[in-house]
């Protein structure tokens, strides 16, 4: 087992306590699902998705407190999702009937799958509790039947600097699309919008309870579209979904723009059935926001929306649907993954709209890396070559040097080392050599992010003493020849900088590893973040380090949110695992940070 040597016994001890409840919670779970038919469980996978779907409607949406969960709870919940997801669909299998076995949503029903949902989020909770705590990432201390969990100071180190980062960078993303946007968000017209979707709706009356309808409009279409545009651009990005991968019939920009036609379909379904509530007494919620539809209806929605062939468009929806064949993985990936469109039997479709809340294209992603080399390398074929790219657009002008493409650096003919982008600044005399690393963190699996930690870490440090060797032995001047830089006047260069930037995480401490301090290591929400915010006409270089070692060293303000679960005899008090970042005034449900993400 991959673990520090210097984790306590008494602490590995506790490891195994927490283990053996998560096993507890699990077995309940698994017990509950083998005495269901495979037809029922059908039914129970509907059911679930409206639990899920309604949860995250009121959690996120509702301008009211009534109704929603805690905080933890709510985490809880979405944790258990794949775990039952998976179950679910195992048992299920294929399926062998037609159609879609339709059950009146009604509360006794809904209980109990909230209450497989706690069950199985608990097992999560409680199992990767378990690996912080045998990797030291969080403190334990245990008196009787009592166990008390705390990050550690290893953990507090760098780990809410991360979530503040990519907070900022989402802001700051924000702003910039906002400009794109042709969508109008004042008031006036968003209530006008509502009113119009509002006399589109009917009540859908059914043998097994009244549902929504609701009549076409293009204008309410296109209004969607664009709503959604700036998280779906952000969210691609953030996932490394580059427009040219190849990705077996069907390329990365199509698969995002079928996303994006989902997204927007899901979006409008939320706020028809949000207005159709208020005009049609006994309309059942839960049953009307999770709805389905057969695949060659939504393939004629999808070609018809996005222009693109029948046969593409067919490769990209079955690369986000999920099948019963995929259970495997998610009884294995903790990290939630709401699939926007499942496949309930052949030839039906279940929409979760759930799915919009949380980046689809991760969970796509994901999923098919895990059972396809080909897939996995089209992802990240373009990945070092787009984030070059996106370096260098944040240093255009005739004060910067940029460096086309890698560069290699040589030794009696055999390759040293590769440097991935370089910056010259003709101002400052500042030569900035850059090693561009994009690794996924998605996933929840503590060993998968210690492994991807480390390994940043050892490569890092391998590539600036490869670099510095080489400098010693050729200098400055060579250095300058290799990348074909052009100093004013031919002077040597001051100053050269190495920098590491890894896509969403460099920091590392909480997980055990550390680099060298002549490294300058930074996240790139954090490094584009201050590029902006320094601006031109700076010594910018200089400027961002003594920015990055300020920031980094400045604890970050946060209010624990304790939680205490007895369970089978043990009491578990998780002290910080969930907190609110003070000053942040978003929704706590959205603000909280599930620390075991």
Same mark, same amino acid.
């Given at each position: 087992?991959?673990?520090?040597?210097?984790?306590?016994?008494?602490?590995?001890?506790?490891?195994?306590?927490?283990?053996?409840?998560?096993?507890?919670?699990?077995?309940?779970?698994?017990?509950?699902?083998?005495?269901?038919?495979?037809?029922?469980?059908?039914?129970?996978?509907?059911?679930?998705?409206?639990?899920?779907?309604?949860?995250?409607?009121?959690?996120?949406?509702?301008?009211?407190?009534?109704?929603?969960?805690?905080?933890?709870?709510?985490d809880?919940?979405?944790?258990g999702?794949?775990?039952?997801?998976?179950?679910?669909?195992?048992?299920?299998?294929?399926?062998?009937?037609?159609?879609?076995?339709?059950?009146?949503?009604?509360?006794?029903?809904?209980?109990?799958?909230?209450?497989?949902?706690?069950?199985?989020?608990?097992?999560?909770?409680?199992?990767?509790?378990?690996?912080?705590?045998?990797h030291?990432?969080?403190?334990?201390?245990?008196?009787?039947?009592e166990?008390?969990?705390?990050?550690?100071?290893?953990?507090?180190?760098?780990?809410?600097?991360?979530?503040?980062?990519?907070?900022?960078?989402?802001?700051?993303n924000?702003?910039?699309?906002?400009?794109?946007?042709?969508?109008?968000?004042?008031?006036?017209?968003?209530?006008?919008?509502?009113?119009?979707?509002?006399?589109?709706?009917?009540?859908?009356?059914?043998?097994?309870?009244?549902?929504?309808?609701?009549?076409?409009?293009?204008?309410?279409?296109?209004?969607?579209?664009?709503?959604?545009?700036?998280?779906?651009?952000?969210?691609?990005?953030?996932?490394?979904?580059?427009?040219?991968?190849?990705?077996?019939?069907?390329?990365?920009?199509?698969?995002?723009?079928?996303?994006?036609?989902l997204?927007?379909?899901?979006?409008?379904?939320?706020?028809?059935?949000?207005?159709?509530?208020?005009?049609?007494?006994?309309?059942?919620?839960?049953?009307?926001?999770?709805?389905?539809?057969?695949?060659?209806?939504?393939?004629?929605?999808?070609?018809?929306?996005?222009?693109?062939?029948?046969?593409?468009?067919?490769?990209?929806?079955d690369?986000?649907?999920?099948?019963?064949?995929?259970?495997?993985?998610?009884?294995?990936?903790?990290?939630?993954?709401?699939?926007?469109?499942?496949?309930?039997?052949?030839?039906?479709?279940?929409?979760?709209?759930?799915?919009?809340?949380?980046?689809?294209?991760?969970?796509?992603?994901?999923?098919?890396?895990?059972?396809?080399?080909?897939?996995?390398?089209?992802?990240?074929?373009h990945?070092?070559?787009?984030?070059?790219?996106?370096?260098? /657009? $944040?240093?255009?002008? &005739?004060r910067?040097?940029? !460096?086309?493409?890698?560069?290699? #650096?040589?030794?009696? *003919? +055999?390759?040293?080392?590769?440097?991935?982008?370089?910056?010259?600044?003709?101002?400052?005399?500042?030569?900035?050599?850059?090693?561009?690393?994009?690794?996924?963190?998605?996933?929840?699996?503590?060993?998968?992010?210690?492994?991807?930690?480390?390994?940043?870490?050892?490569?890092?440090?391998?590539?600036?003493?490869?670099?510095?060797?080489?400098?010693?032995?050729?200098?400055?001047?060579?250095?300058?020849? /290799? $990348?074909?830089?052009? &100093?004013?006047?031919g002077? !040597?260069?001051?100053h050269?900088? #190495?920098?590491?930037? *890894? +896509?969403?995480?460099?920091?590392?401490?909480?997980?055990?590893?550390?680099?060298?301090?002549?490294?300058?290591?930074?996240?790139?929400?954090?490094?584009?973040?201050?590029r902006?915010a320094?601006?031109?006409?700076?010594?910018?270089?200089?400027?961002?380090?003594?920015?990055?070692?300020?920031?980094?060293?400045?604890?970050?303000e946060?209010?624990?949110?304790?939680?205490?679960?007895?369970?089978?005899?043990?009491?578990?008090?998780?002290?910080?695992?969930?907190?609110?970042?003070?000053?942040?005034?978003?929704?706590?449900?959205?603000?909280?940070?599930?620390?075991?993400?």
């Open positions: 087992m991959d673990q520090p040597t210097g984790t306590a016994p008494a602490a590995l001890d506790i490891a195994e306590r927490l283990d053996r409840l998560a096993r507890q919670e699990l077995d309940e779970v698994e017990r509950f699902i083998g005495t269901v038919p495979p037809i029922e469980c059908a039914v129970l996978l509907i059911e679930a998705c409206r639990c899920l779907d309604h949860m995250h409607v009121v959690q996120k949406l509702s301008a009211k407190e009534e109704g929603k969960l805690s905080v933890h709870d709510f809880i919940v979405v944790r999702w794949n775990v039952l997801f998976g179950l679910l669909m195992q048992r299920k299998g294929a399926g062998e009937f037609n159609g879609v076995p339709l059950r009146e949503s009604v509360p006794e029903l809904r209980q109990a799958l909230m209450g497989m949902l706690h069950f199985a989020g608990r097992y999560v909770l409680l199992n990767r509790a378990a690996e912080m705590v045998r030291g990432m969080v403190s334990s201390m245990a008196v009787g039947d166990v008390e969990l705390k990050l550690s100071d290893r953990t507090l180190s760098d780990h809410f600097h991360d979530q503040l980062d990519h907070g900022k960078f989402a802001e700051l924000a702003k910039v699309l906002r400009g794109y946007k042709a969508v109008a968000n004042d008031a006036g017209t968003v209530q006008h919008l509502r009113d119009v979707m509002g006399k589109l709706t009917f009540p859908w009356k059914t043998p097994h309870g009244v549902m929504v309808g609701y009549s076409a409009d293009p204008e309410i279409d296109a209004y969607f579209l664009d709503a959604v545009t700036q998280n779906t651009l952000q969210w691609r990005d953030d996932a490394g979904i580059h427009p040219r991968a190849e990705l077996g019939g069907c390329s990365g920009g199509l698969l995002t723009t079928v996303v994006h036609v997204m927007s379909f899901h979006t409008k379904h939320i706020m028809f059935v949000e207005e159709a509530i208020k005009l049609h007494p006994g309309v059942n919620q839960h049953m009307s926001l999770t709805i389905w539809k057969t695949r060659a209806d939504l393939m004629t929605s999808l070609v018809t929306a996005t222009a693109a062939s029948e046969e593409e468009v067919s490769v990209a929806l690369l986000i649907t999920v099948r019963a064949d995929d259970a495997a993985y998610f009884l294995s990936e903790q990290a939630p993954c709401i699939p926007l469109v499942i496949e309930l039997c052949n030839g039906y479709l279940l929409t979760p709209v759930s799915g919009v809340f949380r980046n689809p294209f991760n969970a796509i992603r994901m999923l098919r890396e895990s059972a396809s080399i080909a897939i996995r390398n089209a992802f990240r074929e990945r070092e070559e787009w984030m070059a790219e996106d370096l260098y /657009a $944040l240093f255009e002008g &005739p910067f040097q940029r !460096v086309s493409g890698q560069t290699k #650096l040589r030794r009696d *003919g +055999r390759i040293v080392t590769d440097i991935d982008a370089a910056i010259f600044d003709d101002a400052t005399g500042e030569l900035v050599l850059f090693q561009l690393k994009w690794q996924d963190f998605t996933s929840s699996s503590v060993r998968t992010q210690r492994s991807k930690a480390k390994n940043f870490s050892d490569q890092v440090q391998d590539w600036a003493e490869r670099v510095m060797c080489w400098i010693d032995q050729f200098g400055v001047a060579a250095l300058c020849r /290799a $990348l074909k830089i052009k &100093p004013p006047d002077a !040597v260069p001051r050269v900088l #190495l920098v590491a930037v *890894g +896509r969403s995480n460099a920091r590392f401490r909480s997980y055990g590893y550390t680099v060298a301090e002549n490294i300058l290591c930074l996240p790139w929400p954090q490094f584009a973040r201050l902006l320094i601006g031109p006409g700076q010594d910018f270089f200089k400027l961002l380090m003594e920015e990055v070692i300020k920031e980094n060293a400045a604890p970050v946060r209010k624990p949110l304790p939680y205490v679960l007895e369970r089978h005899g043990l009491k578990v008090t998780f002290q910080d695992i969930w907190s609110k970042l003070e000053g942040d005034d978003k929704d706590p449900g959205a603000a909280a940070a599930g620390q075991l993400k």
